[in-house]
T-cell receptor, first 113, second 113 residues
Framework: GESVGLHLPTLSVQEGDNSIINCAYS??????FIWYKQESGKGPQFIID?????DKRQGQRVTVLLNKTVKHLSLQIAATQPGDSAVYFC????????????FGPGTSLSVIP | KAGVTQTPRYLIKTRGQQVTLSCSPI?????VSWYQQTPGQGLQFLFE???????NKGNFPGRFSGRQFSNSRSEMNVSTLELGDSALYLC????????????FGSGTRLTVV
């Protein structure tokens, strides 16, 4: 069935380095993508989103890149901080199934001080 | 502005029992979605409600059910609990009928013993 998957289940980076978290999706009808951050004991928190008519979107220290040709999504975190340690989920939404959001399995980011 | 409120935060039940979880969305939000999160499984879609109507349902057995009230508050019920139902149950609400502005609650941690 349709799914969103992550290439790396875990990622460890040094504090101050940049982090890149990748995500693959299979539904070509998906037109809206979201990245969430989940800290222990909390629900997922919105980080940044991007629509399919865009290739790149920047936020505060975060950038999302979308490559529709290969159905690939990535989240870049600049100058990674200890507070960035969390599980990151990509998610997709489509016009054909607008009432359902499909989440990837998640990547655990660990920042080494 | 109050966020999404889920009650209770923690729950311990015995196999065979039933449980009801509650979700109060952000004021003005009409869409409520429920997800089950288990270790290593990511977030699995349960169902979505919009204006008291269930619009979509995930691949869960009929023991899982839900409803939404006229004030947009939602409940989900799990009957005949199994050990495998132990999970974090999350709800998310949004103003529109799509994923934009999807905001999660902190979840209800259900343990079945």
């Amino acid at each position: 069935g349709e799914s969103v998957g992550l290439h790396l289940p875990t990622l460890s980076v040094q504090e101050g380095d940049n982090s890149i978290i990748n995500c693959a999706y299979s539904n070509s009808a998906s037109d809206y993508f979201i990245w969430y951050k989940q800290e222990s004991g909390k629900g997922p928190q919105f980080i940044i989103d991007i629509r399919s008519n865009m290739d790149k979107r920047q936020g505060q220290r975060v950038t999302v890149l979308l490559n529709k040709t290969v159905k690939h999504l990535s989240l870049q975190i600049a100058a990674t901080q200890p507070g960035d340690s969390a599980v990151y989920f990509c998610a997709e939404n489509s016009k054909t199934s607008y009432d359902k959001v499909i989440f990837g399995p998640g990547t655990s980011l660990s920042v080494i001080p | 502005k109050a966020g999404v409120t889920q009650t209770p935060r923690y729950l311990i039940k015995t196999r065979g029992q039933q449980v009801t979880l509650s979700c109060s969305p952000i004021s003005g939000h009409r869409s409520v979605s429920w997800y089950q999160q288990t270790p290593g499984q990511g977030l699995q879609f349960l169902f979505e409600y919009f204006s008291e109507t269930q619009r979509n349902k995930g691949n869960f057995p009929g023991r899982f059910s839900g409803r939404q009230f006229s004030n947009s508050r939602s409940e989900m019920n799990v009957s005949t609990l199994e050990l495998g139902d132990s999970a974090l149950y999350l709800c998310a609400s949004s103003f529109l009928d799509r994923a934009e502005g999807y905001t999660f609650g902190s979840g209800t941690r259900l343990t079945v013993v």
